[in-house]
């Protein structure tokens, strides 16, 4: 668990800490026979979140530590099952789904996250999380609100990387809630959806496809009881410095979402080129160059003395319209994934990047000349740029199977090129 919200929870970061630490205790307190009363869903949850922090533990062997992460994502599987997820929703049964996606990603399942995170999508939709909780819920807890919004801002993160991913169509697209709408201020210590209040939580979601929402009622529902305070939570679980940071991040990766959602997924499902003259590619890029000048120093921080101070407290291509005059600008491309690559040399402990294989693509397509790589000062680095990168897959632990065929890949790619 400390694996988990140490390397997987800063991607997501839609569980609160110190309210899952309360049920996760609470649960581990009780006799084998309360245990086997306990809500399915957060069993669903808590295997889940062992088998992602499974993934990122040392263990003797690669095929021990796989088979250790897809025994407990099985299980979590089954516990879904045994709730009745497709009939029944909750947050927990949403958390876990959202996170069985992501560990799909990561064991080289692409397609079959895609097809999962349709259900979780739609699923999503019909517990009405695309909606302002202002409107939906507006007698739910401000807590509620904003752990509802932290979860409509997952499923559409991971919504977004699928697309772009696999090049589809996004779905997470029909939504009011605003990312300014998120709060700084640290969630109240009655936020529990413990066991025994998982009744009463649950009551306040909106199944749209239950009858009572399909023959709706104008009269306005009645606001459920209070939940009652949770007692003696420890300090550790909550750090005001790392709240605000998951803010300004969710915040951040929101504005992203929309901006690759509506420029790139869209296009690139229907085979559309991105652009449609030089200057519409003047304008999108200084779109995203301006969405990230405004992301927090935090998410954009380079200096590798500074990284390392803070670590201690599917490919790309250039993108062309020939009709439209837009030619592949070579120079700019490898420029940006130099960039890219090198942010990935600091941070190659805690991110992976693709940007290795465009620029080996590149130069075998456009920095050959007779078999051999064009003499330019830029195009020599980026061959170096590769060849380290490759030294550093290579050298790696090997911890899952899509690294291995990113590594693959861009070996082949890369003997392909010569001197």
């Known amino acids: 668990m400390a694996k988990y919200f140490e390397v997987v929870d800063p991607v997501y970061p839609m569980i609160n800490r110190r309210t ?6 609470r649960f581990w307190a009780k006799g084998l026979t309360e245990k086997h009363k306990s809500d399915a869903a957060m069993l669903a949850l808590h295997f889940v979140m062992y088998a992602m ?100 801002q997952a499923v559409m993160f991971q919504d977004t990387f699928l697309t772009v991913l696999l090049k589809l169509p996004p779905t997470a697209t029909h939504s009011d809630v605003s990312v300014d709408s ?67 991040y969710i915040r951040s990766m929101w504005q992203l979402a929309n901006l690759v959602q509506e420029n790139l997924c869209s296009p690139l499902s229907l085979s559309l080129p991105l652009f449609s003259s030089p200057r519409h590619r003047a304008s999108l890029l200084s779109s995203f ?19 390392q101070q803070l670590a201690v407290t599917k490919s790309r291509r250039a993108n062309v319209n020939e009709a439209a005059g837009v030619e592949c600008s070579v120079r700019g491309a490898l420029e940006a994934a130099h960039e890219a690559i090198w942010a990935f040399f600091k941070l190659w402990g805690l991110f992976e990047s693709e940007a290795g294989l465009m620029i080996a693509n590149l130069l075998s397509t456009h920095g050959m000349s007779d078999g051999t790589l064009v003499m330019d000062p830029l195009f020599i680095k980026c061959k170096d740029d590769v060849q380290r990168m490759l030294q550093i897959l290579e050298n790696g632990s090997g911890s899952m199977e899509m690294q291995k065929t990113r590594t693959d890949v861009l070996r082949s790619v890369f003997n392909g090129m010569s001197l």
């Open 53 to 152: 922090g499974t993934q990122f533990i040392e263990f003797p062997s690669y095929t021990e530590r796989a088979q250790t992460a897809e025994f407990y994502v099985s299980a979590s599987n089954q516990a879904l099952r045994i709730s009745s997820y497709l009939s029944h929703l909750s947050t927990r049964t949403i958390q876990a789904m959202i996170l069985i996606c992501y560990f799909l990603m990561n064991d080289n399942h692409a397609s079959d996250a895609w097809a999962f995170a349709g259900i979780v999508l739609r699923q999503a939709y019909a517990m009405g999380l695309n909606r302002d909780p202002d409107i939906i819920v507006p007698h739910a807890s401000a807590a509620e609100k904003q752990q509802r919004r932290k979860l409509w």
């Open 182 to 248: 998120l709060t700084e201020d640290p969630e109240p210590s009655g936020s529990s959806n413990s066991d025994d209040t998982s009744t009463s939580s649950n009551a306040r979601i909106i199944n749209q496809m239950s009858i009572s929402a399909i023959a709706f009622s104008p009269s306005a529902p009645e606001p459920p009881p209070p939940l009652p305070p949770v007692s003696s939570l420890p300090d550790p679980y909550y750090d005001p410095v790392i709240a605000k940071d998951d803010v300004s």
């Open 20 to 25: 899952f630490y309360a049920d996760y205790e």
């Open 289 to 307: 160059r301006s969405t990230h000048r405004n992301f927090p120093s935090s998410l954009t921080l380079l200096d590798y003395a500074a990284l």
